[in-house]
């Protein structure tokens, strides 16, 4: 057409060519909105095109020509990428990559308190805990560790111990090497001060198992973990990580310590803050990114709950979270060893006769059993008692031995929450001891496993809420919603259990569980790095920030995640098949991975 015709053709066709230009960049952005809806089903994709599209009608009508289709254009590039950068703010996208201590959160206000504080020092104590502990944990023997490791910390070891031997396991370890040490964020609890510390380090290790070689795992992995410091504030620091004596008497500690890491001599308990830094937490790296800070935040859930202790001097979130997993860690050895000694006295007498009804059926071993993440979400005040609610994220795989092999319960490790009820009397005193550590809250008396409750050398309750925080309910999620709903105004504080998983966004599970499926059967080769590399790119993920992730899908050491909502395990399960297929064939290990999590975590059809 000549120019003239153009004019003309224009000015006829004005309003139709409009509203074809208007359809093609609806159409663009349809297929934004697929690629993070369809491929991660993060959100829904509608909400944001049809005010778009609202606004574009309306510019093309109130703007002159050609003026309302450059308007059109900058407002389409900036949804381009800002819908882009929206797709990119994701938990997997913050993996932390390291920074000079100074800049690192709430570094500031601790040096202020802690004026001596030796960073260099510190990093060795790290070192020296990180590597002794790798020897402690292939030797299955926490005698020289027990002093600087947290009851909790040491029951998590000691559980998977006694599984180990259950399943005539061993796992030895060789070329460990401790590449870096950083400080990634510093916060105050209490009277207390935890340092969170990334340890980059390379390994080769190996499970073995004599009786079921079906079991034998392992190899050369490269990872980062997160180890959590605590001490309490104003103390100074003793040598308990070079030198096997006393920091209060200078007498020699046993190095056949057990439940109690406690002096023979003095009586001192080295493992409490009081005398140096003490390991409170080993987190997996993409365990520790989808911690949920917000929820301790919430309607200002952190200090309302050191409110209500702002008299009490051994009060400490970090230091409950470890009695938590500490009594949870015993409710599941007596499961399996089907012994009801063993948690009798964390628990109330109400809960102890639950569990003990529920024991006899469960005839299983932890072939894996692992703490994600314990955190405290809620409190409420009633009868003359406190209770906290903490939330418990485990990450297990359950096998039954049979004559010389294994039947899998649980195809692949998997994960869940559970929400622990703990409670004591609001008017307590100091106490003497503590049943997480084998010792009378009342005297101080060593504590055996048994059924007897009463101390044998006081007389008193060992779990009454007179002395101690006993377990007095556990509920899955689904429980805790309903419990939620019909007692949120009577909480002190609380963070909404629909938030729990909330910081794991539905793709972030997809993706996570799809690295797993492409590993499912032992090979995680360059063709399936590739595909997974597409497939992050495709939904927004930045390569460098997740290769953490690719590394434990390679060791497998990647756990399955699902988020409480049956429309997105749906929506996951799906992108797995689809994973599975990728190759043209769905492998029996694949299969069975599929088969597992169907029944693990149902949905709706």
């Given at each position: ?70 308007v ?5 590039v900036?949804?381009y ?5 929206a ?42 805990a ?32 006694k ?37 980059h ?38 040598n ?9 008497c ?52 952190a ?47 109400e ?11 469960d ?5 894996r ?19 906290l ?6 990450s ?22 559970d ?12 106490n003497?001891?503590?049943i ?46 309903s419990?939620f ?25 997809a ?6 499926m492409?590993?499912?059967?032992g ?27 690719f ?33 043209g064939?769905v ?15 149902p949905?709706?059809?």
């Amino acid at each position: 057409m000549k120019r003239n015709q153009l004019t003309k053709f224009w000015k006829t066709n004005k309003e139709l060519i409009c509203f074809n230009i208007l359809a093609t960049l609806f159409l663009l952005i349809a297929v934004v909105v697929y690629a993070r809806a369809g491929g991660g089903g993060g959100s829904s994709g509608g909400g944001g095109g049809d005010g778009i599209g609202a606004l574009l009608i309306y510019l093309i009508l109130a703007i002159p020509f050609p003026w309302n289709l450059v308007v059109i254009a900058i407002i389409v590039v900036l949804y381009y990428f800002g819908n882009k950068k929206a797709k990119q703010q994701s938990i997997l996208n913050k993996l932390p990559t390291g920074k000079p201590t100074v800049k690192v959160k709430g570094y500031e206000q601790f040096i202020l308190n802690n004026p001596t504080f030796d960073e260099f020092k510190f990093k060795d104590k790290v070192k020296t805990a990180f590597i002794q502990i790798q020897d402690a944990w292939q030797q299955q023997n926490l005698g020289k560790v027990r002093k600087f490791i947290s009851d909790g910390v040491y029951q998590r070891f000691n559980t998977q111990f006694k599984m180990m031997k259950l399943l005539k396991q061993t796992n030895t370890i060789d070329k460990l090497t401790v590449k870096n040490i950083y400080i990634d964020k510093i916060e105050t609890d209490g009277k207390f001060d935890i340092i969170h510390t990334a340890v980059h380090a390379s390994i080769v290790d190996r499970f073995v198992s004599e009786a079921y070689p079906q079991l034998n795992s392992g190899g050369s992995e490269e990872f980062v973990e997160y180890w959590s410091f605590i001490k309490k504030r104003g103390v100074q620091e003793a040598n308990m990580f070079n030198s096997q004596n006393c920091p209060k008497c200078g007498a020699e500690l046993s190095q056949n310590a057990g439940d109690v890491s406690k002096c023979e001599y003095c009586g001192a308990i080295t493992n409490l803050g009081d005398y140096d830094w003490v390991l409170s937490e080993i987190t997996q790296a993409d365990d520790y990114i989808s911690a949920n800070p917000k929820l301790m935040k919430e309607g200002n859930l952190a200090g309302k709950i050191r409110e209500m202790f702002s008299n009490t001097d051994d009060f400490s979130i970090q230091q409950i979270e470890d009695k938590v997993s500490n009594g949870y860690l015993q409710i599941q050895t007596a499961r399996v060893a089907k012994d009801p000694t063993i948690l009798r006295r964390f628990v109330t007498n109400e809960l102890y006769e639950t569990i003990s009804k529920e024991i006899p059926n469960d005839n299983f071993i932890y072939n894996r059993l692992f703490l994600n993440d314990v955190t405290l979400v809620g409190a409420k005040q009633e009868g003359g008692r406190n209770i906290l609610m903490v939330a418990v994220k485990s990450s297990y795989q359950r096998v039954v031995p049979q004559n010389k092999t294994i039947n899998l319960i649980d195809y692949a490790v998997i994960s869940k929450t559970d929400i622990v009820f703990v409670t004591r009397d609001i008017n307590v005193g100091t106490n003497k001891g503590s049943i997480y550590a084998h010792s009378c809250p009342n005297c101080g008396g060593v504590v055996k496993d048994t059924i007897d409750i009463k101390c044998q050398y006081c007389g008193s309750e060992l779990n009454s809420t007179k002395n101690e925080w006993i377990i007095s309910n556990i509920m899955d999620t689904y429980e805790y919603q309903s419990y939620f709903s019909d007692n949120s105004s009577d909480l002190v504080g609380a963070a909404n259990p629909n938030k729990i998983d909330g910081l794991f966004a539905v793709r972030d599970f997809a993706f996570n569980n799809l690295l797993i499926m492409m590993a499912a059967d032992g090979v995680f080769d360059t063709e399936e790095i590739a595909l997974a590399e597409r497939i992050a790119k495709r939904w927004g993920y930045n390569i460098d920030k997740i290769q953490p992730m690719f590394d434990m899908a390679k060791s497998g050491s990647l756990v399955i995640r699902m988020p409480d909502s049956q429309k997105h395990r749906k929506k996951i399960y799906h992108l797995m098949e689809k994973a599975a297929k990728v190759d043209g064939s769905v492998s029996l290990e694949e299969q069975q991975l599929l088969d597992n999590i169907k029944k693990q975590y149902p949905f709706a059809a």
